[in-house]
């Protein structure tokens, strides 16, 4: 029996090739089998000037990938370009190496501020610390996606300033999967920033995860690197502690959660995602609070995938770009 098979050239137009069910071993398609195929993803933050879609796209073209979906961003009141590109490629054609070499030749053509390949399946996964105070939820959350795979990362320790006991669910489970519990307690006085800096100068980002502590200055610039935190309140409203309790007490009728990134000044980094939920006058602060925790966890996680899929981008002083 014949089949045929359809191959759409860019250059000569649709080719239709025929061949018998017998010869289908044989057949050559282009750039390899589908299963030797692996998932990439691309982010660019550059000047703008004309050309640079194309450049990309060549990039990846000429090197046997194919683009799955592409995203652009340009402000119009800001000459600058943004754009995240997720392909499929073939590493025996296009090794991970030459790939960021192709990259950054790139980058330095148009002067990029930013220009970052990930490979999920290649690359080694981001390495995190989570820091928490009392509450636990969002930890445990963390915990049990991380466990069941579906958390990008590798959790390599969690520090808390509040002592839990050996038989404490979140410790036994640390403890189930090797991952170590750091006990720094804090005083206004002393933040532990010295030894917590020595506990993750390896990781690619932090997380805070509801950790009731403001970092200094001299951390934040030290560690250098982005930590995110998840604020039980819709910021910019209900700064500082017992957000619930503000929004309860203004009667509101949303309330949220916040993920953004740490900066100097308290809850005011560049914000990265944002939940909310409808609330009444039926409601107690014990159900706001609840709710509350619910959006947290669900925003945190939300916060922390697309991070590690490279959807969040800097934009101006105090925004992002999430593709």
């Known amino acids: 029996m014949n089949l045929l ?13 025929k061949y018998s069910k017998r010869s289908l071993k044989s057949v050559k398609f282009p750039f390899g089998s589908s299963n030797s195929l692996v998932h990439g993803i691309h982010v660019f933050h550059c000047p703008d000037e004309v050309g640079i879609v194309a450049k990309l796209s060549d990039c990846i073209a000429s090197r046997g990938g194919n683009i799955l979906t592409a995203d652009v961003f340009v402000p119009q009141d800001n000459n600058v370009f943004y754009s995240r590109s997720e392909f499929t490629f073939d590493p025996a054609i296009w090794p991970r190496g030459e790939m960021d070499e192709d990259f950054f030749k790139l980058s330095k053509m148009f002067n990029a501020m930013k220009s970052v390949v990930h490979v999920p399946e290649i690359d080694p996964k981001y390495k995190i610390t989570v820091l928490v105070s009392k509450q636990d939820h969002c930890l445990v959350d963390l915990l049990h996606r991380w466990q069941n795979g579906r958390l990008p990362v590798d959790i390599t320790s969690v520090i808390s300033n509040h002592d839990r006991g050996p038989d404490a669910h979140v410790i036994r489970l640390l403890e189930r999967h090797g991952i170590p519990y750091y006990y720094l307690p ?138």
């Open 5 to 17: 098979w359809r191959l759409v050239s860019p250059n000569f137009g649709p080719q239709v090739f």
């Open 186 to 323: 804090t005083t206004m006085g002393k933040k532990r920033e010295v030894e917590i800096l020595e506990l993750v100068h390896d990781t690619n980002f932090l997380v805070l995860a509801r950790y009731m502590q403001v970092f200094s200055a001299e951390f934040l610039k030290s560690y250098g690197k982005d930590i995110i935190n998840i604020h039980h309140g819709l910021l910019p409203s209900f700064k500082g502690g017992s957000p619930s309790k503000q929004a309860f007490e203004a009667g509101v009728k949303l309330i949220g959660a916040t993920s953004h990134f740490v900066s100097e000044v308290l809850d005011a980094g560049p914000i990265i995602e944002q939940m909310v939920e409808r609330v009444s006058h039926r409601d107690n602060l014990q159900s706001f609070i609840q709710k509350s925790e619910d959006l947290e966890k669900q925003c945190l996680v939300k916060a922390i995938k697309s991070y590690c899929e490279l959807r969040v981008l800097p934009y101006k002083k105090d925004k992002t770009v999430v593709f």
